[in-house]
């Protein structure tokens, strides 16, 4: 029974040993420069080969030869893709990075290869792979693998007991005893066959000792990459991947396939969306907002905003531009997620919460807009394609970033992003002066702000930092966490500066700018004095949904707006202390821009007479948020 705990690895020794360095070296390489490696790669990775070795074991002996050699040509690939992303994009394979290879044309793979591959590649950390697949070469076409075959082949343990033949040795044994003895009988070698015995039977123990060990400690990373892997739809993918006890890809073949599986998810939205785009329906439009401006933030916890009560002058501008009237600010507004790709789901389609179907298989707001005569921009801060992106980039932005959606729904678009928020200003400049933005035509401009997007340290230049951690009484707060405080707040005050810089880019037009981030955030709030971020918890309570869900929203009118709209300004006030969910924000844009389609509903048109207003605030699509502030108050 012990020799078979180690026949597998005996009979693939070459192929164990080589990929068991090239996991540990792939590791080595992902992790340089961070805080520490996979706590459980050794014993995870010996298990995962130990179980492809038990497979191969089981294969005739030709085709298991045939297995390996397909298995060494995969494992050495993907890890050379892998590597080579880590060198050139400081990021292992992402599910974004294979979405761009889908979508280049053979004369720009010519133009990547000539540009990257340079031979400064072979001294990076590349080398090492290609180092391991020369000295596993080299080893290979040498008479050491031959020894070594010879040795692991024929130095097979000998039986604990032998039937010898008929023998009496002195002492006047019975000639029908078993005895001990090695094959051939007296005189064959007694002494290396017992130390063969003990050689392989500490190495079986050992191996055994492993399995075992080994298969306790990464069975809760298996269960976690089998749940991963279960998902239907790309946004639940991406939920899971917020869990704490979520799955560690450690390796390049298990990222490798992550991506491929998001990206399968990914198309069969895509798929629903373009059959959506062809659905697409204007009957007219009148234009009645000539330039209609949505600004969409990032992580902003109302409470921590000057113009909602704070007790620090974090929005002085939004603040002046409210008491001179021409800011509308809405009091009693929520989100459905508080995640950003989710809320952008719900933001672009014209989909609202417990509509039939999913969020994909109805049109995308800007596609009518388009379709209806408008020039739509979008310029994003955060959703472009690159080949370094999270998940939670790629599962927010791959519907905006496809080629042919993207085409149907936008005229133009940044080609960078940047280090602050304000730099979206320049390329708004950058595309008046290319005549793409004209005055003479109707204009729908997006604005999709990094905001407050944790790490906070760098959402403001250093320059315009303002709080300090001695601003703040909060005696049960560490000093660290009174820093992080302090970042925060400086990123909301530069994000007042932002916005109130694209608003002075239309104070001379005809023109409504809509303020409204994807989310809250978690800082320090009641209840939670030592944490800031998102929790992503099943449970949705009172205090999580006053942090991550409620979340400030505002809308701007222009002089000359007021004055050649006073029925849309009156109705803007009007509306602003109405119950709110952001997920039916594109009907309410539709009826600002004039727009007459079918797609269009005024139930869910905040500034409509038949607005439902009493339409139930799904959270998570799971939790009512009425009902569980109401139970609060309770």
């Given at each position: 029974?012990?020799q078979?705990?180690?026949?597998?690895?005996?009979?693939?020794?070459?192929?164990f040993?080589?990929?068991?360095?090239?996991?540990?070296v792939?590791s080595?390489?992902?992790?340089?420069?961070?805080?520490?490696?996979?706590?459980?790669?050794?014993?995870?990775?010996?298990?995962?080969?130990?179980?492809?070795?038990?497979v191969?074991?089981?294969l005739?002996?030709?085709v298991?030869?045939?297995?390996r050699?397909?298995?060494?040509?995969l494992?050495?690939a993907v890890?050379?893709?892998?590597?080579?992303c880590?060198?050139?994009?400081?990021?292992p394979?992402?599910p974004?990075?294979?979405?761009?290879?889908?979508?280049?044309t053979?004369?720009?793979?010519?133009?990547?290869?000539?540009?990257y591959?340079t031979w400064d590649?072979?001294?990076?950390?590349?080398?090492?792979?290609?180092?391991l697949?020369?000295?596993?070469l080299?080893?290979?076409?040498?008479?050491?693998?031959?020894?070594?075959q010879?040795?692991?082949?024929?130095?097979?343990?000998?039986?604990l007991?032998?039937?010898?033949?008929p023998?009496?040795?002195p002492?006047?044994?019975?000639p029908?005893?078993?005895?001990?003895l090695p094959?051939?009988?007296?005189?064959?070698?007694?002494?290396?066959?017992?130390?063969?015995?003990?050689?392989?039977?500490?190495?079986?123990l050992?191996?055994?000792?492993?399995?075992v060990?080994?298969?306790t400690?990464?069975?809760?990373?298996?269960?976690?990459?089998?749940r991963l892997?279960?998902?239907?739809?790309?946004?639940?993918?991406?939920?899971?991947?917020?869990?704490?006890?979520?799955a560690?890809?450690?390796?390049?073949?298990?990222?490798?396939?992550f991506?491929?599986?998001?990206?399968?998810?990914?198309?069969?939205?895509?798929?629903?969306?373009l059959?959506?785009?062809?659905?697409?329906?204007?009957?007219s439009?009148?234009?009645?907002?000539?330039n209609?401006v949505?600004?969409?933030?990032?992580?902003?916890?109302?409470?921590h905003?000057?113009?909602?009560?704070?007790?620090?002058?974090?929005t002085?501008?939004q603040?002046k531009?409210?008491?001179?009237?021409?800011?509308?600010?809405?009091?009693?507004?929520?989100?459905?997620?508080?995640?950003?790709?989710?809320?952008?789901?719900?933001?672009?389609?014209?989909?609202?919460?417990?509509?039939?179907?999913?969020?994909?298989?109805?049109?995308?707001?800007?596609?009518?807009?388009r379709?209806a005569?408008?020039?739509?921009t979008?310029?994003t801060?955060?959703?472009?394609p690159?080949?370094?992106?999270?998940?939670?980039?790629?599962?927010?932005g791959f519907?905006?970033?496809?080629?042919?959606?993207?085409?149907?729904?936008?005229?133009s678009?940044?080609p960078?992003?940047?280090?602050?928020?304000?730099?979206?200003?320049?390329?708004?400049?950058?595309?008046?002066e290319a005549?793409?933005?004209?005055?003479?035509?109707?204009?729908?401009?997006?604005?999709?702000?990094?905001?407050q997007h944790?790490?906070?340290?760098?959402r403001?230049?250093?320059?315009?930092?303002?709080?300090?951690?001695?601003d703040?009484?909060?005696?049960n707060?560490?000093?660290?966490?009174?820093?992080?405080?302090a970042?925060?707040?400086?990123?909301?005050?530069?994000?007042?500066?932002?916005?109130?810089?694209?608003?002075?880019?239309?104070?001379?037009k005809?023109?409504?700018?809509?303020?409204v981030?994807?989310?809250?955030?978690?800082v320090?709030?009641p209840?939670?004095?030592?944490?800031?971020?998102r929790?992503?918890?099943?449970?949705?309570?009172?205090?999580?949904?006053?942090?991550?869900?409620?979340?400030?929203?505002?809308?701007?009118?222009?002089?000359?707006?007021m004055?050649?709209h006073?029925?849309?300004?009156?109705?803007?006030?009007?509306?602003?202390?109405?119950?709110?969910?952001?997920?039916?924000?594109p009907?309410t844009?539709?009826?600002?821009?004039?727009?007459?389609?079918?797609?269009?509903?005024?139930?869910?048109?905040?500034l409509?007479?038949?607005?439902?207003?009493?339409?139930?605030?799904?959270?998570?699509?799971t939790?009512d948020?009425?009902?569980?502030?109401?139970?609060?108050?309770?």
């Open positions: 029974m012990l078979k705990v180690l026949a597998p690895i005996r009979c693939n020794a070459m192929f040993t080589t990929m068991y360095v090239l996991g540990l792939c080595w390489i992902e992790y340089t420069g961070k805080e520490k490696n996979y706590d459980n790669l050794w014993l995870e990775l010996f298990f995962d080969l130990y179980v492809v070795c038990v191969l074991a089981l005739p002996l030709r298991r030869l045939w297995v050699r397909v298995l060494y040509v494992l050495y890890a050379l893709v892998d590597v080579f880590i060198v050139k994009f400081q990021s394979i992402t974004s990075m294979l979405l761009l290879v889908g979508e280049t053979g004369q720009e793979a010519g133009e990547f290869l000539s540009n591959l590649v072979l001294f990076s950390s590349l080398g090492w792979v290609l180092l697949m020369a000295v596993h080299a080893v290979h076409l040498s008479p050491l693998k031959r020894l070594l010879k040795y692991l082949h024929s130095s097979q343990s000998p039986p007991v032998t039937k010898s033949p023998l009496i040795p002492g006047g044994d019975d029908t005893r078993s005895h001990a094959p051939g009988g007296v005189g064959g070698g007694w002494p290396s066959q017992r130390g063969g015995w003990l050689w392989w039977g500490l190495a079986s050992v191996v055994l000792a492993l399995l060990w080994s298969a400690v990464c069975w809760p990373n298996k269960q976690a990459m089998a892997m279960s998902y239907d739809k790309i946004g639940y993918v991406e939920h899971e991947l917020t869990r704490k006890d979520c560690t890809l450690y390796e390049p073949i298990y990222r490798l396939a991506s491929v599986f998001a990206n399968k998810l990914a198309a069969k939205q895509i798929d629903q969306l059959l959506a785009k062809d659905r697409v329906r204007v009957d439009c009148s234009f009645t907002s000539p209609i949505l600004i969409i933030g990032e992580s902003y916890n109302k409470h905003s000057q113009l909602f009560g704070y007790n620090k002058p974090t002085p501008l603040l531009r409210a008491r001179r009237g021409e800011l509308a600010v809405f009091g009693d507004v929520v989100a459905p997620w508080n995640l950003t790709s989710f809320v952008f789901k719900h933001l672009f389609s014209l989909y609202a919460v417990g509509d039939k179907g999913e969020w994909c298989d109805y049109p995308l707001f800007t596609e009518v807009f379709k005569g408008y020039h739509v979008f310029l801060n955060q959703f472009l690159k080949a370094k992106e999270a998940v939670y980039d790629f599962s927010g519907f905006l970033n496809n080629p042919e959606l993207s085409e149907a729904q936008f005229d678009r940044n960078h992003i940047h280090v602050f928020d304000e730099k979206l200003i320049d390329d708004l400049h950058q595309l008046m005549g793409e933005i004209r005055a003479d035509k109707p204009e729908l401009t997006i604005f999709h702000l990094y905001g944790v790490d906070y340290r760098i403001c230049p250093k320059s315009r930092m303002k709080f300090k951690p001695d703040y009484d909060r005696p707060m560490s000093r660290r966490n009174l820093q992080v405080l970042y925060y707040d400086n990123a909301v005050m530069y994000n007042d500066s932002v916005v109130d810089a694209i608003i002075r880019e239309y104070e001379d005809d023109a409504i700018v809509m303020y981030p994807d989310h809250g955030e978690e320090f709030g209840g939670a004095e030592h944490f800031y971020g929790m992503h918890s099943a449970e949705i309570t009172s205090r999580l949904a006053r942090e991550e869900f409620e979340i400030p929203m505002w809308i701007w009118c222009s002089h000359s707006y004055v050649n006073p029925e849309i300004a009156n109705k803007v006030v009007l509306a602003k202390s109405k119950r709110y969910m952001t997920d039916a924000l009907h844009l539709l009826y600002l821009g004039g727009i007459h389609t079918p797609h269009y509903r005024d139930s869910l048109d905040v409509s007479p038949n607005y439902h207003e009493q339409r139930p605030r799904i959270l998570k699509a939790t948020y009425d009902v569980i502030m109401k139970n609060e108050v309770d």
